[in-house]
């Protein structure tokens, strides 16, 4: 059974940089994506970025492309989302999931994420 943690929220001014990470235990194929999505405050979740755990393949939403970005460590068994340039709407709580057989699971329990003028 996979499980991710994440890690790495907290309070950054507008303009800032954080470093979120997923912690995943359990059987991890090549073929699974792991993703990162985020909820605000009265909003639905959306999808942030994901990578391709065995090809290291990327896709990143258009709100966060050229400011997020998403590596992992297979040694570590870690995914990263790195955030620069943080924006006030990037406030939220981040969420890291599994997606396997086209379906998101395993979802952590999120790091909150505020950005603060």
């Known amino acids: 059974q996979v499980q991710l943690v994440e890690s790495g929220g907290g309070l950054v001014q507008d303009g800032g940089s954080l470093r979120l990470s997923c912690a995943v235990s359990g059987r991890i194929y090549s073929t699974y994506d792991i993703g990162w999505f985020r909820q605000a405050p009265g909003k639905e979740r959306e999808f942030v970025a994901r990578i391709t755990w065995g090809s290291g393949s990327t896709y990143y939403a258009a709100s966060v492309k050229g400011r997020f970005t998403i590596t992992r460590d297979n040694a570590k068994n870690t995914v990263y989302l790195q955030m620069n340039s943080l924006k006030r709407e990037d406030t939220a709580v981040y969420y890291c999931?599994?997606?396997?057989?086209?379906?998101?699971?395993?979802w952590g329990r999120g790091t909150e994420v505020t950005v603060s003028s």
């Open positions: 999931a599994r997606k396997s057989a086209g379906i998101w699971g395993s």
